[in-house]
């Protein structure tokens, strides 16, 4: 089956600080990969994705690239502000177009202090 | 003008209960899901339905079941509430065959039971 590894947390940084949050997968196929981020109190927003090897995916300064060799897609972002404290999801879909959602990490609380 | 619409946001209930999230989409997708949060934030799919067929997590307890009046919306009824039901219930909607374009959540039905 289908299963994804990301380093739990909490991850604690200073502003402007270099992130790098690390996510591994299992995947029968050839599977599609995201990011989500859910603040404080709200639902699950799409950070990033990629939908095959070596494409890279970037929103609001994150950035994370689909590696097949090592099956692996770790999210950074240069310089992380306050603003970007929440709780970090990988995740992959089965790119077979069937109904099977998305499977999920357990997810990196991020907190970056002033 | 929300994309995925859940209702009601927070649901405090009793054991033995029995209660329904709704959840609505106008995105035009044709596949939707239930997922359910732990305390931990884990995130795990309960159900994914189209108009075809139900695909139904094996470990989620008949108790659940979702209702599907028509395409733009997948209602989640639960029969008999017990203390281990309390999470955050997220609906998600995608396109199927389209998945790499990613799924769009709800902002989440937080469930109490007391």
């Known amino acids: 089956g289908n299963s994804v590894t990301q380093m739990e947390g909490p991850v604690t940084l200073s502003e402007e600080a270099f992130l790098t949050i690390n996510c591994t997968y299992t995947a029968t196929g050839y599977p599609s990969l995201f990011w989500y981020v859910q603040y404080p109190g709200e639902g699950l927003q799409l950070l990033l994705k990629?939908?095959?090897?070596?494409d890279k995916g970037s929103n609001k300064g994150f950035e994370a690239t689909y590696r097949k060799e090592t099956t692996s897609f770790h999210l950074e972002k240069g310089s992380v502000q306050v603003s970007d404290s929440a709780v970090y999801f990988c995740a992959l879909s089965d790119s077979g177009g069937g109904a099977d959602g998305l499977t999920f990490g357990k997810g990196t609380h991020l907190i970056i202090q002033p | 003008d929300t994309a995925v619409s859940q209702t009601p946001k927070y649901l405090v209930t009793q054991m033995g209960n029995d209660k329904s999230i709704k959840c609505e989409q106008n995105l035009g997708h044709d596949t939707m899901y239930w997922y359910k949060q732990d305390s931990k934030k884990f995130l795990k799919i309960m159900f994914s339905?189209?108009?075809?067929?139900?695909?139904i997590n094996e470990t989620v307890p008949n108790r659940f079941s979702p209702k599907s009046p028509d395409k733009a919306h997948l209602n989640l009824h639960i029969n008999s509430l017990e203390l281990g039901d309390s999470a955050v219930y997220f609906c998600?909607?995608?396109?199927?065959?389209?998945?790499?374009?990613?799924?769009?959540f709800g902002s989440g039905t937080r469930l109490t039971v007391v």
């Open positions: 990629a939908t095959k090897a070596d």
């Open positions: 339905y189209n108009n075809k067929e139900l695909i």
């Open positions: 998600a909607s995608s396109h199927q065959g389209a998945v790499n374009y990613g799924y769009t």
